[in-house]
């Protein structure tokens, strides 16, 4: 394989998505988190995501067979828990109050976003995936994929879905097998 390898970030929920092989409302999602895994089991994608996402799976309906493929991916190659620094604490801190301030009554991001864009930022993603403000339900926090581009007017992240294979293929092989 010639090239560079992307390095991309997962929010939690795209882990979860693949963990539990969530049914989602549009199917393309999947499959977009699917072949992404499946980049990453070929090595054209090294997989970024915070060891905050620990937390945060602890807290989902994971069944044991998505527990014990997430302790599997701690040993996978072009898979990377980032540790949480002061430095990033500082950029999290950072985008937080920087929405405080935009718009001191609308939608806050929560610590937990704040500090996997801050991971995101510091590890030089090229991409951020996630589903955070694809749905239709109300929110109680800001979603992310609006920022995509310009995160706390100051990071030029890109946010966005995980794209599907552009062969049409899909397979639900990859990554957390």
Same mark, same amino acid.
Not at 137 to 146: D, V
């Given at each position: $394989?010639?090239?560079?390898? @992307?390095?991309?970030?997962?929010? !939690?929920?795209?882990?979860?998505?693949? #963990?539990?092989?969530?049914?989602?409302?549009?199917?393309?999602?999947?499959?977009? /988190?699917?072949?992404?895994? *499946?980049?990453?089991?070929?090595?054209?994608?090294? /997989?970024?995501?915070?060891?905050?996402?620990?937390?945060?799976?602890?807290?989902? !309906?994971?069944?044991?067979?998505?527990?014990?493929? #997430?302790?599997?991916?701690?040993?996978?190659?072009? %898979? $990377?828990?980032?540790?949480?620094? /002061?430095?990033?604490?500082?950029?999290? *801190?950072?985008?937080?109050?920087?929405?405080?301030?935009?718009? &001191?009554?609308?939608?806050? @991001?929560?610590?937990?976003?704040?500090?996997?864009?801050?991971?995101?930022?510091?590890?030089?993603?090229?991409? %951020?995936?996630?589903?955070?403000?694809?749905?239709?339900?109300?929110?109680?926090?800001?979603? #992310?994929? &609006?920022?995509?581009?310009?995160?706390?007017?100051?990071? !030029?992240?890109?946010?966005?879905?995980?794209?599907?294979? &552009?062969?049409?293929? %899909?397979? $639900?092989?990859?990554?957390?097998?």
């Amino acid at each position: $394989m010639g090239g560079k390898r @992307v390095r991309a970030y997962w929010d !939690t929920c795209i882990l979860l998505a693949l #963990l539990k092989r969530e049914k989602r409302e549009n199917p393309l999602d999947m499959q977009g /988190v699917y072949h992404q895994a *499946r980049m990453c089991d070929e090595g054209q994608v090294e /997989v970024i995501t915070s060891v905050h996402t620990l937390v945060e799976t602890h807290d989902s !309906t994971l069944p044991d067979e998505g527990r014990k493929q #997430l302790v599997n991916l701690r040993r996978h190659p072009h %898979f $990377m828990l980032a540790e949480t620094t /002061v430095r990033i604490a500082e950029i999290a *801190r950072e985008i937080c109050d920087h929405y405080r301030r935009e718009d &001191p009554e609308g939608l806050r @991001v929560t610590s937990s976003d704040s500090i996997h864009l801050a991971t995101a930022i510091l590890y030089k993603c090229d991409v %951020f995936y996630t589903f955070d403000g694809c749905g239709k339900k109300p929110r109680r926090s800001r979603p #992310l994929l &609006p920022m995509s581009g310009n995160v706390a007017n100051k990071y !030029t992240l890109r946010i966005e879905k995980p794209p599907t294979d &552009p062969s049409g293929q %899909f397979s $639900m092989e990859g990554l957390a097998e």
